[in-house]
């Protein structure tokens, strides 16, 4: 009996952790979704989210995706506005959006953290973004989540 427990443990710890490992990344499509604290629109409305929001899929309920965000905060989003679009956030307080893939490119304008954006392309570094407004350039992979 006491061998049992300890590896009860262990199973439940590799449950978690594969459970954690398996969340699958995605993004809001709509132009702006609710987070509730449940599954189903009479549950509270914890914040709302914009076009593009990355999110990572923790649970999945009856048409519903239980959500972690870049800051680690968790919700409930409806999993039609969600969908597979390669999206990222900024992370820090303010970064330059650039004309093109490197720090010698005029800086077009700057994001806040927060703000949401999706990937056209990836070279090196770099990757080229463009914002539910329209506004695009390019971005360092290490200011975004």
Not at 1 to 11: A, D, E, Q, S, T
Not at 75 to 103: F, H
Not at 107 to 133: C, M, N, R, Y
């Amino acid at each position: 009996m006491h061998v049992l427990k300890p590896l009860v443990m262990i199973l439940m710890l590799i449950f978690t952790a594969s459970a954690v490992g398996a969340a699958e990344r995605m993004a809001v499509v709509a132009g702006t979704a609710n987070v509730r604290s449940g599954p189903g629109t009479k549950n509270d409305q914890l914040w709302q989210v914009e076009k593009y929001y990355p999110v990572l899929v923790v649970e999945k309920q009856s048409g519903w995706c239980r959500i972690k965000d870049f800051e680690g905060d968790e919700g409930w989003i409806e999993g039609s506005l969600l969908d597979k679009t390669p999206s990222v956030i900024v992370r820090v307080p303010k970064c330059n959006v650039r004309s093109g893939p490197g720090t010698e490119h005029e800086t077009l304008f700057s994001a806040t953290k927060g703000i949401p954006f999706k990937v056209l392309q990836t070279k090196g570094q770099w990757l080229q973004v463009e914002h539910a407004d329209g506004d695009s350039g390019w971005v360092m992979k290490n200011l975004v989540w």
